[in-house]
């Protein structure tokens, strides 16, 4: 793994720094930072500025040229996921659909639904969320329970999905459903693409303890998709949903360690000022996340360039629970930086930003797979260790 960056890609980088810091200005600058659960209001704005990425050639950059992307090299992807977070572009709304579910039909897809679906999602036209998590289902994915049963050439869908991203805004879902009751846990299921706007699904938003609404409940009574708008087999659908899970550790992930650092930047240059970083104790809590994000850099980097299309390495499983318990750990030593103010709701802007990391930062911990679930993971796939003991099913 070669680490350097070369001329060609030093000229890149300078080409992605200054157009961000020209375009997000005027009409975008407001968007610096910003987040959807920032309220109602910001998502219009959110969306434009991807249509705007995508006009100007800096959406789905990654993605082979005959589907309208600019098939960057890795490298070249994580330049600009490391510009765009420090240049504190806003969250990416269509996260989900280009870098999740767009090389997903790229992957599995047929013909038509490569024309059909790509075109949309490069444009910055179409809002996704992902279905996946149930009550019953979160870490442990295969006990979904929500039904897909055929009627014809379409698919009547039942049931509940929850931690639902955006469901609230979206235009279509990719959702992950069983379609065989007879069949093992791991093969009776299928990936489905549904129109969020249509009779039959509730969404319902769930408040963070931050106060805001980022994700819904969404309930399906009879909601239908067509059978045409499978990706990949009819009840194969768990390895396409890897498929996806797998894109979601790509190069993005590089961009997330950049916010990363400016929070850490932040804490930083609040314990200087406010005499913390003169506590022992302190100073080495800064040291050990400032080395701790430098191993989390260098990790992401040996995955990536390890990985083929749809599969990462084995390597790839430490990534969930390594980034998500330093983060956490990184919101506490944010309030203790803080001190005694950290229990009073800071009305100035830095105070505010750093209260939220604490706060958001809890769940980092829980979503996308637990973190004893992902230590299962690392052990059964990574180790080749014994399973851990399951019940046994009813008759």
Known sequence: MDLRFTAEDEAFRDQVRQWLN????????????????????IISEMMAWERHLAEHGWHCLGWPTEFGGRDLSLIQQVIFNEEYARAQGPWRLGHIAEHLLGPTVIAYGTPEQKARFLEPI???????????SEPS????????????????DQWVITGQKVWTSLAQWADWGFFLCRTNTEAPRHRGLSYILMNMRQPGITIRPIVQMTGHSEFSEVFLDGARAEVSDTIGPIDGGWRVAMGTLAFERGVSTLGQQLQFKSELDEIISLAKENGRAQDP??????????????????????????SNETELGKEAMITKLYWASWHRSLGEL???????????????????????????????????GSNQIQRNIIGERALGLPREPRPEAKS
């Open 281 to 306: 104790t302190i100073r080495q809590r800064i040291a050990k996340a400032y080395l701790e994000l430098k191993i989390m850099r260098l990790n992401a980097l040996r995955v990536l360039s390890a």
């Open 137 to 152: 289902a979160g870490s442990d994915l295969a006990n979904v329970k929500t039904q897909a049963i055929r009627d014809g």
């Open 22 to 41: 020209t375009h997000l200005s005027g009409r975008f600058s407001a968007l610096k930072g910003a987040t959807p659960d920032m309220g109602e209001e």
């Open 122 to 132: 490069r444009r910055g036209d179409v809002l996704w969320c992902q279905g996946y």
């Open 334 to 368: 944010a309030m203790d930086v803080m001190g005694p103010a950290s229990m009073v709701m800071g009305t100035d802007p830095r105070s505010a930003r750093l209260q939220r990391l604490f706060q958001f930062s809890r769940s980092d911990t829980i979503y996308a």
